[in-house]
């Protein structure tokens, strides 16, 4: 029996749940004693792994942006390319597939029937199909021919928070596992990425320790009609879902962006009136999208910079500045998530919206 712990909604409760979430997604995954990493559902695939020549995801919404952060985690550390679709496009595809096309669907519920379609189709072409849901045997658990579990536990809110985060560990667990497999990466790596992923819940944590200022930020913006979310790279995904989570909520209209491409268009729209998240943890990308940053505020808009502690003192030029903790570039979209998610969540209360049941919308989408 699920109740909301003390917390107001469903969806306060299950953004604050992901350390656990995160613990729950990696037990039995990286084995204590020799903190190896150890994906029971997936030995049945291991004689093959050297054969899968490109990757397949299906999936839909929030799913479908853990799909993105998926892609990369994979060709990263695996060497595999990999297509990320939205499902309910997927049955008009007319590539044929072979039995060396792994065809990953993902779904919380494991009941969408966009994604069970897509999945029905990828089966009938050859596809060889995995499913990453997180509802304990599910129709499309049950219909795959390998199941991997999410382990989030159930999640309430129609706004998926804690899902999101099941699913994207779960990605760079498997991109991890691959890799090892296929001999594209070495025992280091694995070993330092797994520390990372065991160190996130307290990460997350923290995170959430800033929930007053996310809070407030929240607050001033609340009466916008318009917000823009830019993200580069591990954190494009995360434009994505921030904005996603922010018009299911709150009903504003957001749009998302990876951030080198607002100058190819989306540009013309900001102004005053346009205001802009964007998600500038320190790492790689970080010169390219403080310029975006600069373009933004150059054409007026107010913006928000999701950052890493580390730039505290160096990078001004934002109008608010939402912090994470210092990480590994690879896990700032767990951390930069969770800012956009509690963002959703106050901008909603502080607009009295019903964050849990948001209007026009359903856990389980069961049309077509
Ligand atoms: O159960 P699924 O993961 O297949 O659901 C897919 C989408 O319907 C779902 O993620 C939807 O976008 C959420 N409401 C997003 O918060």
């Known amino acids: 029996m699920c109740d909301k712990s003390g917390y107001d909604d469903f969806m306060l409760k299950e953004i604050h749940e992901q350390p656990q979430t995160v613990i729950d997604t990696l037990k039995g995954r990286v084995l204590p004693d020799t903190g190896k990493l150890y994906i029971s559902e997936l030995t049945p695939l291991e004689s093959s792994v050297s054969d899968i020549e490109r990757i397949l995801v299906l999936a839909c919404g929030t799913s479908w942006h853990s799909g993105l952060l998926g892609k990369i985690f994979i060709e990263k550390y695996a060497q595999i390319p990999v297509e990320v679709q939205i499902a309910s496009e997927y049955p008009n595809s007319d590539l044929t597939l072979n039995k060396d096309v792994l065809c990953m669907c993902v779904s919380q519920s494991g009941e969408t029937t966009d994604t069970k379609n897509a999945m029905q189709t990828a089966k009938k072409l050859g596809g060889k199909i995995v499913a990453v849901c997180n509802v304990i045997g599910s129709s499309m658990a049950r219909e795959a021919d390998y199941a991997i579990y999410t382990y989030a536990g159930p999640e309430i809110s129609i706004a998926s928070t804690k899902a999101f985060m099941s699913q994207a560990v779960t990605f760079l667990l498997f991109a991890l596992w691959l890799g090892e497999k296929r001999k594209t990466i070495d025992n280091n790596t694995v070993s330092a990425m797994l520390n990372e992923l065991l160190n996130l819940p307290e990460k997350i944590r923290r995170v959430l320790k800033t929930e007053k200022t996310v809070k407030e930020t929240a607050d001033f913006y609340k009466n916008t009609g318009h917000f823009i979310y830019l993200g580069r790279h591990y954190n494009c995904p995360i434009a994505f879902e921030g904005a996603l989570k922010l018009k299911e909520t709150t009903y504003i209209h957001s749009e998302a962006y990876p951030s080198g491409e607002l100058k190819h268009g989306p540009v013309a729209i900001l102004d005053e009136n346009f205001p802009v998240m964007i998600f500038v943890p320190a790492g790689k990308a970080n010169d390219k999208i403080f310029s975006n940053l600069q373009e933004a505020r150059a054409r ?10 580390i ?22 979209p767990f951390l930069t998530v969770v800012v956009a998610q509690l963002f959703a969540y106050f901008t909603a209360k502080g607009l009295g919206k019903d964050v849990d049941k948001p209007r026009n919308l359903v856990k389980s989408v069961l049309a077509e």
Do not use: F
């Open 300 to 309: 007026g808009s107010k913006v928000i910079a999701v950052m890493s502690e």
């Open 311 to 332: 730039s505290r003192n160096d990078r001004p030029e934002s109008d608010h500045q939402l912090y994470i903790p210092d990480c590994n570039e690879e896990v700032s």
